[in-house]
């Protein structure tokens, strides 16, 4: 039985999406009794969220078919600042330019989640350089800054922990939780904004939010945290041994994304179902149920799943149609990962290393030997142990492609251009 009676706090409850809340029976009456508005922020650092990221969205997600009303805030002006929390040193500043073109990137990915055209509660996307870029600064000292302590602001985790370990923090960073809170505080005035969520780390700048809206006059806001994870292992969400796991297709296909999944580890197959599909929970409980050499066909269903809701349906199933084909049949599937490699360049020849480096099998030649000495590397699935080995037409398949593969799961064709 769960403790809330609101839809929405139910359903992350139960979903396992809820680490901490700052006034569970208020928030839980507010939501039960009204449309609630309520808000994540999205600091553009990249032209694309990874898949860490996607537990937020999944949250607005939620809290829209629950009858609520999700705000989606890219950080257009937080984001000339960085996030200090809990890093070890500062973020690279970008140009309003590059801010501006990570936003575009980033906007794509909502819409598969967020109905920003519903008839009623609508989710919106604001940009808070609309409130932040134009402001005063000795206004903002005046009649925002006065509301911060110095004392209470150096006792919060995200900014002691980089102080214990004696790194650097700059007093432009040191803003950043003032900016957060106030941005909570303009979406309380501007759109009836009621609350903020976040992941665990931003429980302090969040509770910072609610302290100065209280200060200035706004109605009563709350905070609420989902855990931050990890797998099972220790790994961090969102990343993979060949980098981030990117949200926007054209940084990661839907293909490779959908092995990401199908790659959770045994332990962490109902927990994801949860957090990251949309199926209901007696089918979540049923699948979380069957074990032995069944729990890969959930792995199967669970890569399906999230991969239809960023990319569609039909580009989830071919996907799993190409894994299958792949894997199963051991046949050549057209829809792999590939690369184009001109013409002349095979003709010539090329090394093997070099050539798992520009697959992207490998960040190093380094890293590639060390693939190859170890028996990871295959051509046309023939092992590979010589690393001064060439590549070139002679091993172009009557497919008209080379196929190059780094262990069991993956795989990229070279097509000659």
Same mark, same amino acid.
């Given at each position: 039985?769960?403790?809330?009676?609101?839809?929405?706090?139910?359903?992350?409850?139960?979903?396992?999406?809820?680490?901490?809340?700052?006034d569970?029976?208020?928030?839980?009456?507010l939501?039960?009794?009204?449309?609630?508005?309520a808000?994540?922020?999205?600091?553009?650092? +990249?032209?694309?969220?990874?898949? !860490?990221?996607?537990?937020?969205?999944?949250? %607005? @997600?939620?809290? $829209?078919?629950?009858?609520?009303?999700?705000?989606?805030?890219?950080?257009?002006?937080?984001?000339?600042? !960085?996030?200090?929390?809990?890093?070890?040193?500062?973020?690279?500043?970008?140009?309003?330019?590059?801010?501006?073109?990570?936003?575009a990137?980033? *906007?794509?990915?909502?819409?598969?989640?967020?109905?920003?055209?519903?008839?009623?509660?609508?989710?919106?996307?604001?940009? =808070?350089?609309?409130? %932040?870029?134009?402001? =005063?600064?000795?206004?903002?000292?005046?009649?925002?800054?006065?509301?911060?302590?110095?004392?209470?602001?150096l006792?919060?985790?995200? /900014?002691?922990?980089?102080?214990?370990?004696?790194?650097?923090?700059?007093?432009?960073?040191?803003?950043?939780?003032?900016?957060?809170?106030?941005?909570?505080?303009?979406?309380?005035?501007?759109?009836?904004?009621?609350?903020?969520?976040?992941?665990?780390? $931003?429980?302090?700048?969040? /509770? =910072?939010?609610?302290?100065?809206?209280?200060?200035m006059?706004t109605? $009563?806001?709350?905070?609420?945290?989902?855990?931050l994870?990890?797998?099972?292992?220790?790994?961090?969400?969102? *990343?993979?041994?060949?980098?981030? /796991?990117?949200?926007?297709?054209?940084?990661?296909s839907?293909?490779?994304?959908?092995q990401y999944?199908?790659?959770?580890?045994?332990?962490?197959?109902?927990?994801?179902?949860?957090?990251?599909?949309?199926?209901?929970?007696d089918?979540?409980?049923?699948?979380?149920?069957?074990?032995?050499?069944?729990?890969?066909?959930?792995?199967?269903?669970?890569?399906?799943?999230?991969?239809?809701?960023? @990319? !569609?349906?039909?580009? +989830?199933?071919?996907?799993?149609?190409?894994?299958? *084909?792949?894997?199963?049949?051991?046949? %050549?599937?057209?829809?792999?990962?590939?690369?184009?490699?001109?013409?002349?360049?095979?003709?010539?020849?090329?090394g093997?290393?070099?050539?798992?480096?520009?697959?992207?099998l490998?960040?190093?030649?380094?890293?590639?030997?060390?693939?190859?000495q170890?028996?990871?590397?295959?051509?046309?699935?023939?092992?590979?142990?010589?690393?001064?080995?060439?590549?070139?037409?002679?091993?172009?398949?009557?497919?008209?492609?080379?196929?190059?593969? %780094?262990?069991?799961?993956k @795989?990229?064709?070279?097509?000659?251009?």
């Amino acid at each position: 039985m769960s403790r809330f009676k609101s839809d929405f706090l139910r359903t992350l409850d139960e979903r396992g999406f809820i680490h901490q809340i700052s006034d569970e029976a208020g928030l839980d009456e507010l939501f039960a009794k009204e449309t609630v508005t309520a808000y994540i922020g999205f600091d553009p650092t +990249a032209p694309s969220l990874h898949a !860490g990221g996607l537990i937020q969205i999944m949250m %607005l @997600h939620w809290m $829209q078919k629950t009858g609520h009303q999700p705000i989606s805030l890219m950080g257009g002006g937080t984001g000339m600042v !960085g996030d200090p929390s809990f890093k070890e040193e500062a973020r690279k500043l970008m140009t309003v330019d590059m801010i501006e073109d990570n936003i575009a990137s980033i *906007k794509r990915v909502f819409s598969n989640y967020l109905d920003y055209d519903q008839a009623t509660a609508p989710a919106l996307m604001i940009n =808070n350089a609309e409130w %932040l870029r134009p402001l =005063n600064y000795l206004e903002f000292l005046r009649d925002v800054g006065r509301h911060f302590s110095v004392n209470r602001m150096l006792s919060f985790d995200s /900014v002691k922990t980089r102080l214990d370990r004696e790194q650097s923090l700059s007093f432009l960073e040191f803003n950043y939780m003032i900016l957060q809170a106030y941005d909570f505080v303009e979406l309380a005035k501007r759109y009836n904004c009621r609350l903020q969520m976040g992941g665990s780390d $931003q429980w302090g700048n969040i /509770v =910072n939010g609610i302290d100065l809206g209280h200060r200035m006059g706004t109605k $009563q806001l709350y905070a609420l945290t989902s855990p931050l994870l990890t797998t099972s292992s220790g790994a961090k969400m969102g *990343k993979s041994v060949n980098g981030a /796991v990117w949200l926007n297709p054209d940084m990661l296909s839907a293909y490779d994304f959908w092995q990401y999944w199908r790659n959770t580890e045994d332990a962490d197959v109902s927990r994801f179902l949860k957090l990251y599909t949309t199926l209901p929970m007696d089918e979540i409980a049923r699948l979380s149920a069957l074990a032995g050499s069944e729990i890969n066909e959930v792995k199967k269903i669970l890569a399906t799943e999230i991969t239809a809701m960023l @990319h !569609g349906r039909a580009a +989830a199933e071919e996907a799993a149609e190409t894994a299958r *084909k792949t894997f199963e049949e051991g046949a %050549l599937a057209d829809n792999l990962p590939s690369i184009e490699v001109s013409a002349a360049e095979l003709e010539a020849g090329i090394g093997l290393l070099a050539l798992v480096v520009k697959a992207g099998l490998a960040g190093s030649n380094g890293e590639a030997r060390r693939h190859v000495q170890g028996g990871a590397v295959k051509v046309n699935d023939k092992g590979v142990s010589d690393e001064r080995q060439i590549v070139g037409t002679g091993d172009i398949t009557a497919d008209g492609v080379i196929k190059l593969s %780094l262990g069991k799961k993956k @795989h990229i064709l070279v097509r000659p251009v």
